[in-house]
């Protein structure tokens, strides 16, 4: 695909389209507009940023694209992984900031519509206040945008017992690579009148579309949580507890794991101590209900079941304090591994569940093999792991080319055992290269079809999720 | 679109393909081939049926009828009930009755593995055997198969609680329209590596390719089911329980309802009485759980709550042959309508929940206006009800002119109250002509663009799910 520049005249028009005081073209200003939480070597700032404020402002702003063939970006908050927010072709950048209102809650259809740039946990408190529940916790609940999580199809940590971001959205209004307003879905429980466009769009990346409202399904918000914290001296033996635990109990919110690289990484950031942290792996398993006496009684059931099984102890935290402990260790190890090394790579396989023993196994092999430590934590109970490689102290240069061998091996052992490169935070930037290791290559032509059907001059997130050209 | 006949010498290679035996010809054949459950007046025969074996003899089928130009339409059982199997412009059938393999039961990973033409209710059983479940209970689940389940994205009594068939679908095998084969998704419970395109092929009516292989998630069997039998005065009053409920239980599976006309209709087909039968509506509301003494307290919830809001009664069904009674009453709604009218049409539209009060004034209003009778039930919890107009006496030419006024009538209520025209039977045959009513025609634009950026001979179940044409 060739794009045109950005020109004053182009600046001009999107002044008038969205005013004066929403454009930015300061090179100072673009350059933090050039990235999201992908590594800083991926950095590459647009030409110009817009800040609208309607879906009817970015119909005018995606005709305008289309007209003189400038690549649009949409961007959220930016806490993305893997840079789906990053405008690699220059471009526009489109940034849905200012469309941030809740815009209704629907206590008895049990839905709210939001628009894009609304901050996940703001979402979370203002349908719990009145008694609903948004249950997809995304470590970074209090920063990312509900659009982003959307255009991702976000995962987090209760996706075993509620679903991922996609299984909450039941209506969405898009903005058109070709700049026409649709409604797809809506407070409809079960719809089947035509295609399902909705998930289409969702975990697109904004590349079919730019979210502009979305009408999330609510549950009711569980009224007593449980977290129990249960170190194993091997992961094999801890894998095999979660199988058992999936075929006896209903109520498991979470089941999280961390290795002890990685625990003692969140240890040293978070400046705490957890019990038995030189054990293979630790599970974090959250039970939750209606009831106290019910979920108690879950709670013991997941207790002596994990003790027969092998575990060394089971910690049980039942109050905000002890709890927030365990997750804000769990939570921050991705930043800790970041502050005590020069780069890191945060991936995001999954396998089936029963192949979590052997990827790990295969994991500590490529380790070996390339030399890179990799500390391995992630959400156990769906099969996803966050294999992070750390630099040590190689150079970019260095690590770069090391890292990109290890990914390669990494992927091939991830196909191998029948699971897939990315979980929850997008192909991206990070990983479009590697979608022929991923995908068969009809899958990837039906995909680039419906790409190239709705877009047809290729300028909505080009070189994201799918890879452009014939 | 232009199609072509199929020729002897077509005929002559379809046998080289599938074996002798397996292509039909005959015009007695035929016929039988040429409707599913839908009203009789849209019997459309092939030219030719092939029941091939295999995915790699679809693939063969489909790359001829490119080559010649011919439609193709997939058939499962032929119970859908939107002539979704009907093939409308002749040509050739694929009946997928030989692909009737449950493939493999994945018991770690909770995941079955089967070919389209399995009975819902052997995998069910089968998976049951195993220790777990296949929540989604189809009313024909005895001789459905899961290849119509998955291309109508089935719903069914349970879907409050469980969802619906594409909730539970995460790995399809399909084969493309221009005959490639393809495997999509996997035993993966989170995947973001590339669009979405399981869920675009659910309920894609066989439009977007021949699905040989699916895998299903599993989830583990309740141990303990109660039913409650709950005739209210009013129907508002019965929705504005079923709102209240829903906020405060986790545990209901289903909330169905019927009304006095069909619950009389039910009465007198099944040849058995039900408990206040004059009344307006009867929910009969499903519990479920792993332990009996929760279900039970949930049950006692649920009664305290309906009879403190107006409930005339409860009658709880705790064993098999009770519950089996209230639920071939609920399940033979529409056979009985059936055998007591000439003709009746099984609508199946869906309104946000909060609306059913709104939509049940207009449907009453309507049957006034257009002097039809239509009796109401459905899946209440969902907002999904199928309202049954009957023909009483009139002849067919008169019912289908009077039916299709009703009709549009009805769609535009439904829209007005931001509802659907087709919640779980699907578009098919029977409701393509609607569908510009049901969609933005932005949307439906978006659809074609899909089907003809995949199928671009337009010979893949032509004429269901989306209009054809340019």
Redesign the interface.
């Known amino acids: 695909m060739r794009y045109n520049r950005v020109t004053p005249e182009i600046v001009e028009r999107l002044r008038r389209i969205v005013g004066d005081g929403y454009v930015i073209t300061s090179p100072g200003d673009l350059e933090r507009y050039g990235i999201d939480e992908i590594e800083e070597r991926y950095r590459r700032p647009p030409e110009v940023v817009v800040k609208p404020r309607t879906p009817e402002e970015i119909a005018a702003i995606m005709k305008l694209a289309n007209e003189y063939r400038i690549p649009v970006t949409p961007r959220g908050a930016g806490t993305g992984l893997s840079g789906g927010a990053v405008p690699i072709h220059g471009g526009i950048v489109v940034s849905l900031e200012r469309m941030n209102e809740i815009l209704e809650i629907?206590?008895?259809?049990?839905?709210v519509t939001v628009e894009p740039g609304v901050v996940l946990a703001d979402m979370m408190r203002a349908v719990e206040a009145k008694?609903?529940f948004y249950p997809v916790d995304v470590s970074t609940l209090e920063s990312c945008h509900v659009g982003g999580n959307v255009a991702?199809?976000a995962?987090g940590a209760r996706?075993v017992k509620y679903g991922?971001t996609?299984?909450w959205v039941y209506g969405l209004e898009i903005v058109?690579p070709t700049g026409?307003?649709?409604?797809?879905g809506?407070?409809?429980?079960?719809?089947?009148?035509?295609?399902?466009?909705v998930?289409?769009v969702?975990?697109?990346e904004g590349t079919?579309g730019i979210v502009t409202k979305i009408t999330f399904r609510l549950?009711?918000k569980p009224k007593c949580v449980l977290d129990l914290l249960v170190p194993f001296d091997t992961l094999d033996n801890a894998v095999a507890q979660v199988?058992k635990l999936?075929?006896?109990?209903?109520g498991l919110a979470a089941i999280e794991f961390m290795d002890d690289l990685s625990i003692r990484a969140a240890e040293r950031y978070c400046n705490t101590v957890l019990p038995h942290d030189d054990c293979e792996a630790h599970l974090l398993i959250q039970v939750d209900?209606?009831?106290e006496g019910?979920v108690w009684?879950a709670a013991e059931r997941v207790y002596h079941a994990v003790v027969e099984g092998g575990a060394k102890e089971v910690f049980v935290a039942d109050n905000r304090i002890t709890r927030e402990k365990l997750w804000r260790a769990r939570r921050n190890i991705a930043e800790a591994l970041k502050a005590l090394n020069n780069y890191i790579s945060v991936e995001d396989i999954?396998?089936?569940?029963?192949r979590i023993p052997e990827m790990a196994r295969r994991l500590r092999e490529l380790s070996r093999a390339h030399d890179i430590e990799v500390p391995l934590y992630g959400?156990i109970g769906?099969?996803?792991l966050h294999p992070t490689p750390v630099s040590g102290d190689r150079d970019e240069e260095t690590w770069v080319r090391d890292l990109e061998a290890f990914l390669v091996d990494m992927f091939k052992a991830v196909r191998e055992l029948?699971?897939?490169?990315?979980?929850?935070?997008?192909?991206g930037f990070k990983?479009v290269k590697y979608?022929p290791l991923?995908?068969?290559e009809?899958?990837?032509e039906?995909?680039k079809?419906?790409k190239?059907?709705?877009d047809p001059n290729g300028i909505l997130n080009p070189g994201k999720?799918?890879p452009l050209g014939p």
């Open positions: 629907d206590v008895d259809n049990m839905m008694g609903l991702e199809n995962g996706a991922v996609g299984h058109t026409k307003i649709v409604r797809l809506g407070k409809r429980i079960k719809d089947v009148t035509g295609y399902n466009l998930q289409l969702v975990g697109s079919l549950t009711i199988n999936f075929r006896e109990e209903h209900g209606m009831k019910e009684r999954v396998v089936p569940r029963s959400h769906d099969g996803n029948g699971g897939n490169i990315t979980a929850e935070h997008g192909i990983r979608l991923a995908l068969d009809v899958e990837i039906l995909m079809a419906i190239r059907a709705w999720a799918v």
